[in-house]
């Protein structure tokens, strides 16, 4: 992964060093809430409803098992001894004091990590596919166009002030799990006619308030010509994008009202201009990233010892089921770490769980970790010998649940148990859920459900693209969750439709049963998955499911 | 139709820890709504409001949340003044865990 420079090494030094006077001129009173807040946003670090929040970034879900370490420390050292891993492959802290914020910093830049621009009007982490480098569908590993990325856009002078935040997604695969088509920019890696990779740019995908699928703005981009072409798109948004009005700022907006065309003209031709100011450094730096990305050493070895414990041992068969996937190597698996223990909140991981992750990917996984947008945590490289000792050492430390793409394998955001611009609670609900469904035992017997939850209608919960998406909402003074059914996050990316009136807090789970149960008795085999399913006969019936029934009971 | 007043409590975020604290009516930031100052006036209530608006050296983000009279003295009325007074659902963390 990628390895600071010394400019770097003193860039995120001295950022610590200006947060701490800035801390410190705010608690002696020279600075006003009104002038620390930017600076403390610039910074990762939110107010939220029960305390502070800081959120660190993990670049493109990439960390290191030190990295990995350093959270669980700070966790302990300064929190309640766990973090929250988020939809945008960050970690956040939900209980930080403000006197703290920074050591906590200074203990993440000994490690090489900041929490610089996860927050703020200004572009944010950028997300990518946590399979990339190892994914056996992938053209090539994306990772170094983010870190470009992250290196071209931390404190570029014209973008710190943006209309509003800007979120990029990459992915060096075609089969986006990414969910590059709800980013304000999406780079989907594709091959040219004659085989050369490049990028599909994707503008103006958003979920929020206003939900949009991401247009094609150029179908095919050579790699080269990323850097000029992502600031020609942000160019033009900043100064088109509205700051009259928030709700009406993102890039989405600015593409609906003035068209993809037009957009794309103007896109072009401020291409045409930056273009040649763009003096060939970016290659050079990206052909230096790419080294730092290089893959592991892979190890041939048998890998009878995996065959055998499957025939062995069921539960490491039912886990080697659902929690691996294809990599590029045939006698290599990426593992994906359930953060899903039914009752557990989705995304978190306390430190004792934090460190065994880093002590497996090192004794395992070649030292590589990654975060996915789904809350999880991959190692992306594991010799198929060596799962089942991993599935042993996850065991002992919680993470063992087979349960990855499954009904219980929720994305939850805070809610309204941390979050301040929440409208009701999410966790809980994804608790119930997943408890009820592992108490019925029909989570292998559904399938792949993808059930997404937000507490409000900023979708950080990518409820939207959920097989089943439920949304918090507080309707005069009470917790109501709307559902949509439907939606897909992939690359062929569909918003879900909604259902109809709303449930309350003690009423969702048994609505889920209920479309969960529907869809078990009008599939046409085990293999139609849910979303096939409901692609294949609509609304209808799930609305019938959840409403008649309503009905039936309010008449008795 | 000019619109009912209806009681109400300052409250904020302390700045250095960021726990919710309520106005007494001596003018303490107190850890919990039972000793808040319950505002039935509204031209009493404005006032309060822009003397807590005035110690951001002390709190943060003071507003004027719905509240009413009981057993112990003033009780939340929406679901989310009432998570505030308690902490998440899903640790025992927040208030209701000694913070």
């Keep these: 992964m990628y390895a600071y420079n010394d400019f770097d090494e003193a860039f995120v030094r001295e950022r610590v060093a200006q947060f701490r006077a800035q801390v410190e001129r705010r608690i002696n009173g020279s600075l006003t809430e009104d002038e620390f807040r930017p600076l403390r946003l610039m910074n990762g670090l939110y107010l939220q409803l029960h305390a502070y929040m800081l959120r660190v970034a993990v670049p493109y879900g990439t960390i290191n098992p030190t990295q990995m370490r350093q959270l669980a420390h700070i966790a302990e050292a300064f929190d309640k001894g766990y973090g929250h891993f988020t939809t945008r492959q960050n970690i956040q802290f939900n209980w930080p004091k403000l006197r703290d914020l920074p050591d906590i910093l200074d203990a993440l830049a000994e490690v090489q990590m900041h929490a610089i621009q996860t927050s703020g009007n200004t572009i944010r982490n950028v997300t990518a596919d946590h399979f990339a480098g190892a994914a056996a569908d992938e053209i090539e590993d994306p990772r170094p166009y983010p870190e470009l990325l992250r290196q071209w856009s931390t404190d570029h002078p014209e973008f710190q002030f943006l209309p509003r935040k800007f979120k990029i997604a990459i992915t060096g695969s075609p089969n986006d799990r990414a969910v590059t088509k709800a980013h304000d920019i999406g780079l989907r890696m594709v091959r040219s006619a004659d085989g050369v990779p490049g990028f599909e740019v994707i503008v103006g995908g958003g979920l929020g308030r206003t939900p949009m699928v991401g247009k094609v703005i150029r179908g095919f981009l050579p790699t080269g010509e990323l850097l000029p072409y992502v600031e020609a798109v942000v160019s033009v948004w900043n100064l088109l994008g509205r700051r009259d009005n928030k709700y009406k700022a993102r890039i989405k907006i600015t593409v609906h009202e003035h068209g993809l065309d037009e957009i794309r003209r103007l896109v072009e031709e401020r291409f045409a201009e930056i273009r040649p100011s763009f003096s060939g450094v970016d290659p050079q730096l990206l052909a230096g990233f790419k080294q730092h990305f290089a893959g592991p050493d892979l190890a041939v070895r048998p890998v009878d010892a995996f065959d055998a414990a499957r025939r062995a041992d069921p539960a490491f068969r039912s886990w080697s089921d659902t929690n691996l996937a294809a990599h590029r190597a045939a006698d290599y698996a990426i593992v994906t770490i359930s953060l899903k223990k039914p009752g557990a909140t989705p995304g978190d991981a306390t430190s004792a769980q934090m460190r065994a992750m880093a002590r497996i990917a090192e004794t395992y996984g070649h030292g590589e970790l990654r975060i996915s947008h789904e809350q999880n945590v991959i190692l992306p490289h594991v010799h198929k010998s060596d799962l089942p000792a991993v599935y042993r050492a996850l065991r002992e430390a919680d993470l063992a649940s087979a349960n990855v793409g499954l009904v219980s394998d929720i994305i939850a955001c805070p809610g309204m148990d941390y979050c301040a611009l929440a409208t009701a609670r999410s966790i809980p609900v994804a608790q119930e859920i997943a408890e009820r469904f592992d108490a019925l035992k029909l989570d292998h017997e559904i399938g792949p459900l993808k059930i997404k939850i937000s507490g409000c209608i900023y979708a950080c919960g990518h409820h939207h693209v959920g097989h089943i998406g439920i949304l918090g909402l507080d309707r005069a003074g009470v917790e109501n969750y709307q559902i949509t059914l439907g939606g897909d996050g992939t690359e062929d990316m569909v918003l879900g439709d909604k259902t109809g009136p709303g449930f309350s807090y003690d009423e969702i789970s048994d609505a889920v049963e209920r479309i969960v149960r529907a869809y078990l008795a009008l599939r046409l085999s085990q293999a139609e998955t849910f979303l096939q399913a409901y692609k294949r006969v609509g609304l209808e019936p799930f609305k019938a499911a959840l409403y008649d029934r309503e009905a039936q009971a309010d008449a008795a | ?99």
Excluded: C
């Design chain 2, 1 to 99: 139709m000019t619109r009912l007043f209806t009681p109400k409590v300052v409250t904020a975020n302390d700045l250095l820890d960021g726990d919710v604290v309520w106005l007494t009516e001596d003018g303490r930031w107190s850890r919990s709504i039972h000793e808040a100052e319950l505002l039935e006036d509204e031209a009493h209530a404005t006032i309060r409001l822009l003397l807590a608006q005035s110690q951001g050296r002390r709190v943060v983000g003071a507003y004027l949340a719905d509240a009413r009279s009981g057993e112990h003295g003033p009780e939340p009325v929406h679901f989310r003044e009432a998570f505030r007074t308690r902490g998440p659902s899903n640790y025992s963390h927040g208030k209701q865990g000694g913070i």
